[in-house]
């Protein structure tokens, strides 16, 4: 029996081939556990982000610099009152968030972490997430009408129109990154999500810079229209707080408004693990084939340590810089402690780049690769990330009309026309 | 992917899963019918259309099961609540459910259950003794060739696809004149 229970453990099927269900329930956890915090993160991260290019300080009360914001909002969420108005559809009102909640959730199944750290490998992978990230709409539409008043069904419906468009030029760009996976002599295509990035890994070329600028005017394209899709800023009609109040969710309190903050984030890490994989070759380092020598392998595998110590830097410099008044001291040990734990962390990832630098078969080169993967989609990811925060406070709001306008008559003809143009150059150029 | 893994990887639990997915899409297709909120009816449909999809991929096709989430459930009807989402739905609700034309349908589906059972009865003989199991890696590009042939030949479907583009061309074209009268 132990025998069995070693051999199933340890069996040479990776998640990522979709074989050993009990790794692959133990990552949908790691996911889901993983999601949530970055959900948090981020949270706090755009608070402060927002507030420093507005020349605020953002939350500076709970915990050192806001570190414990998050928690206590979530907190304050749970423990409000959850309250649905009388009129409302009761069910559908109830529902509704869930939608949202699991559409966004259910597209983490086929994102590649790296070759083998994905939950399935989908042969429809790209197929799926565009599909399943499309129901995320469903959430909002109806969470609008089952509130049963005007903001919401105003949010709403802009929400569906402006989703039914941009899915549109999205798909056609997606369809543009699919058609380099076939234009190899040697492979042919696919939808795999894995064997995008292999694909990539293959030709030798992120598909951002292949055919330049085809590929490049696809991203963009692409890169546009999730902001569209997520509801962010600026195409935040859904929830324009300067309209409509907050849109399809004014009348949402309590848990069930958080669910929808929930939902609205993980699809933001969602869609740009899309593009980061589809464009930004996934899970591989910078320059995997040009600087493939061992010496450069060790040097991108110090990075992960790098960026954590940098981040314990950062507490450090901030622990020092505290006022020395003993008001601050609690706050003070607090910000060292997670310092130190932030330290702690890039000494564990120094010692793993290290005891792994040989790439042989052993468990420390095995997690150091692991490592690597995971750390370098997380990077392009959060960069994206940051992007969206970015967004948020530099544009101004589009008009609807506007947004119209830009979905159908610029980004449909010009997703058109890369997508021709692709084929064309595909078969010219073999 | 490992090949030693395709031989003996039979889905697990499949009647199961049948039973449940065919159940939810009957149990939906019921509600659409006859809820009187039109809203719900939509949301059945989307149950009703997703459970079907789930069947797709049982039965090893999963690009038509991608295809119709994204199409169906995604799409189509998005718009199906948009348009129904503007519906006076205290008024709608008092009104008959069902018209006059009840005969008819109850006609339509005596042919359907008469069809089904005649399948089901002759089946042995009419259907293959068992489903040809694909290579499921290259499913999506056995539809291309299906639909658009490869290295040179037509395929087997390819005049009927493109017949059908072009109805649905003919069709985008005339929903744009009916609500536009003058382009």
Redesign the interface.
């Known amino acids: 029996m132990l025998n069995a229970l070693t051999s199933y453990l340890g069996s040479p099927v990776t998640p990522g081939q979709a074989g050993n269900q009990l790794w692959a329930l133990i990552y949908v956890l790691i996911i889901f556990a993983g999601v949530s915090i970055a959900v948090m993160a981020m949270n706090w991260l755009e608070r402060k982000a927002l507030a420093h290019f507005q020349i605020r300080l953002g939350p500076m009360r709970v915990g050192p610099h806001g570190l414990l914001q998050p928690i206590a909002d979530a907190l304050k969420l749970m423990l409000k009152e959850d309250i649905i108005p009388s009129e409302a559809d009761k069910t559908v009102f109830w529902i509704a968030p869930l939608i949202g909640l699991v559409a966004a959730f259910t597209v983490y199944t086929v994102i590649p972490f790296g070759p083998s750290q994905a939950v399935s490998d989908m042969n429809i992978g790209i197929l799926f997430m565009l599909g399943v990230s499309s129901l995320g709409v469903l959430g909002i539409v109806t969470a609008g009408w089952a509130s049963n008043s005007h903001y919401p069904l105003i949010g709403a419906l802009r929400s569906s129109a402006q989703m039914v468009s941009y899915e549109v030029a999205m798909g056609l760009a997606v369809v543009s990154a699919i058609l380099m996976t076939s234009l190899n002599t040697a492979g042919t295509g696919t939808l795999s999500m894995i064997g995008i990035v292999q694909a990539q890994q293959q030709q030798g070329v992120w598909f951002l810079f292949k055919f330049f600028p085809l590929g490049f005017v696809a991203f963009i394209i692409f890169a546009i229209a999730m902001v569209a899709e997520t509801n962010r800023a600026p195409f935040d009609l859904a929830e324009a707080e300067s309209e409509l109040t907050a849109g399809f969710h004014t009348e949402y309190s309590g848990l069930r408004w958080s669910l929808f903050m929930l939902a609205e984030y993980a699809a933001m890490i969602a869609v740009s693990a899309i593009a980061v994989t589809l464009w930004l070759g996934g899970w591989m380092r910078p320059f995997p084939n040009l600087l493939n020598a061992p010496a450069w392998e060790f040097v991108f595998s110090l990075f992960p340590g790098l960026t954590f110590a940098a981040l314990a830097g950062f507490a450090f410099l901030g622990t020092a810089r505290m006022p020395s008044h003993s008001f601050f001291r609690i706050q003070r040990i607090g910000l060292g402690v997670f310092a130190l734990l932030l330290a702690f962390l890039a000494l564990v990832l120094f010692v793993i780049a290290i005891a792994g630098r040989n790439t042989d078969t052993s468990l420390a080169a095995h997690t150091r690769e692991g490592i690597d993967y995971v750390y370098w989609f997380m990077l392009k990811v959060a960069i994206f990330m940051y992007l969206f925060i970015w967004y948020r406070a530099t544009w101004p709001r589009y008009r609807f009309d506007q947004l119209m306008k830009i979905g159908w008559k610029v980004m449909l003809p010009i997703s058109l026309g890369v997508l021709i143009l692709t084929a064309i150059v595909g078969v010219l150029i073999p | ?2 090949p030693a ?1 395709n031989v003996g990887s039979a889905p ?1 639990g499949t009647p199961y899963f049948f039973y449940g997915l065919a159940a939810a899409a009957v149990i939906s297709g019921l509600l659409v019918i006859t809820r009187r ?1 039109a ?2 009816s939509a ?1 059945s449909l ?1 149950v009703t259309l997703l459970s079907v999809a789930g069947l797709y991929l049982m039965l090893y096709a ?2 038509v ?3 119709q ?2 199409v169906y ?3 189509i ?3 199906f ?2 348009v129904i ?2 519906v006076n739905i205290d008024r709608a609700s008092k009104e008959r459910q069902f018209n006059r034309i009840w005969p008819v349908g109850l006609l339509a589906s005596c042919a359907l259950l008469a069809l089904f059972l005649g399948a089901f009865s002759k089946g042995r003989a009419l259907l293959p003794e068992r489903a040809t199991q694909l290579p ?6 056995q539809v291309a060739a299906l639909l658009y042939g490869e290295a040179g030949r037509m395929g087997q479907y390819t005049f009927a696809f493109e017949i059908a583009s072009l109805l649905l061309l003919v069709a985008i074209l005339g929903a744009v004149i009916m609500t536009k009268k003058k382009i």
């Open positions: 992917m490992n893994l697990v909120n809203v719900h949301l989307i999963p690009f099961a991608g295809v989430i994204i459930a995604g799409g009807m998005v718009l609540l948009f989402m503007l499921e890696g290259i499913n999506t590009q």
